[in-house]
């Protein structure tokens, strides 16, 4: 399976240099190889296992960035209503 060699040598920058929220390849390939191998390594799911991989990562990034809003006091955005909605809806 070319995208998840068995011997994975880690390359990607530490954390503190990268930018906040951002998902990096390192981390992707390595969630995917993870869901390969939990899946008993089939063949042919590679593409499958990249986006599942980085749609799980993207959802633990959003739930984290909201938990921190949280626990600032504040809103989260997605879950903001104007009053104009509220009135539409009544």
């Known amino acids: 399976m ?5 011997q994975r040598k880690r390359t990607s920058a530490p954390e ?11 981390q992707i390939r390595e ?3 993870d869901l390969w191998e939990r899946n ?3 063949d042919g799911f590679e593409i499958e ?3 599942t991989a980085e ?3 993207k959802a633990e990034r959003d739930n984290k960035q909201n938990q921190l809003v949280v626990k600032q006091g504040k ?6 209503i104007s009053q104009k909605d509220l ?4």
């Open 31 to 33: 969630r995917a190889y």
């Open 40 to 42: 008993h390594r089939p």
């Open 2 to 6: 070319a995208l998840f060699p068995e």
């Open 75 to 80: 809103s989260s955005p997605s879950r903001l």
């Open 55 to 57: 749609r799980e990562l």
């Open 87 to 90: 009135s539409t809806h009544a």
């Open 49 to 51: 296992f990249w986006l």
């Open 16 to 26: 503190f240099m990268q930018a906040p929220g951002e998902i990096t390849f390192e």
